[in-house]
């Protein structure tokens, strides 16, 4: 199994606080994203980083950033969460951004804003 | 853009029924295609990818034939069983730089005894 890690694994939050979630790897992969799961939705991408330093946004990336300082960690922000924020979130690895290329997914973050 | 399209679930079969899941896509270029499984409480994993058109992807039983003429990579396993109760994603991957997979919705497939 890949060597990734999401911390924390489940949250209860309040609406308008702040909340992180880190990912973390052990197979220095180069690119890193952020998926969120939802019923009737599948998996839409928040935000993904092809290097240290280097990011992107994905097709819902409203109300979330991200930081990566190190190949191993990718830290997802949400500065303010809000209800519609609820849901599951996956963290993936890839080696190559080649089309072939094998994204590993880690156990998800299960978020609940109250 | 790019999408992908799969089949409504849930879908609910008996043991040793033949599964389809239909899975067609919208690109630009010639895309990857893939199928990934999630089963309850786990992250997704892949089940199985074709690089090419009229390639075949196999795993576990399951096969999918990357069909160009009609932009499709559909699901197929000949005999279910229990232990493949599971959410099944089609995805697809561009070539030309794009470094993001685009899923389908999923679709949840209930296999009873």
């Known amino acids: 199994d890949a060597g990734i890690t999401q911390s924390p694994r489940h949250k209860v939050t309040e609406t308008g ?3 992180t979630l880190r990912c973390h790897q052990t197979e220095n992969h180069r690119y890193m994203y952020w998926y969120r799961q939802d019923p009737g939705h599948g998996l839409r991408l928040i935000h993904y980083s092809y ?30 969460a809000t209800s519609s924020q ?14 072939t290329g094998e994204l590993f997914f880690g156990e998800g973050s299960r978020l609940t804003v109250l | 853009g790019d999408s992908v399209t799969q089949m409504e679930g849930p879908v609910t079969l008996s043991e040793e029924a033949f599964l389809t899941i239909n899975c067609t896509y919208t690109a630009t270029g010639y895309p990857s295609l893939f199928w990934y499984v999630q089963y309850p409480g786990e ?24 069909r160009k003429e009609t932009t499709s990579f559909h699901l197929e396993k000949g005999s279910v069983q229990v232990s493949d109760s ?28």
Do not use: H, M, W
């Not at chain 1, 992107?56 to 303010?80: N, P």
């Not at chain 1, 609820?86 to 089309?99: K, L």
């Not at chain 2, 992250?43 to 990357?66: C, H, M, P, R, W």
């Not at chain 2, 794009?98 to 999923?106: A, C, I, M, P, T």
């Open chain 1, 17 to 19: 606080t702040p909340v």
């Open chain 1, 51 to 80: 290097g240290v330093k280097d990011t992107d946004k994905g097709e819902v990336s409203d109300g979330y950033s991200v930081s990566r300082s190190k190949t191993e960690d990718f830290l997802l922000t949400l500065e303010s």
């Open chain 1, 86 to 99: 609820t849901s599951v979130y996956f963290c993936a690895i890839s080696e190559s951004s080649g089309s």
């Open chain 2, 43 to 66: 992250g997704l994993q892949l089940l199985l990818k074709a690089t090419k058109a009229d390639d075949k992807g196999s795993n576990k039983g399951f096969e999918a034939t990357y």
């Open chain 2, 86 to 113: 599971a959410v099944y994603f089609c995805a697809l991957r561009t070539q030309g730089g794009s470094e993001k997979l685009v899923f389908g919705k999923g679709t949840k497939l209930t296999v009873n005894p």
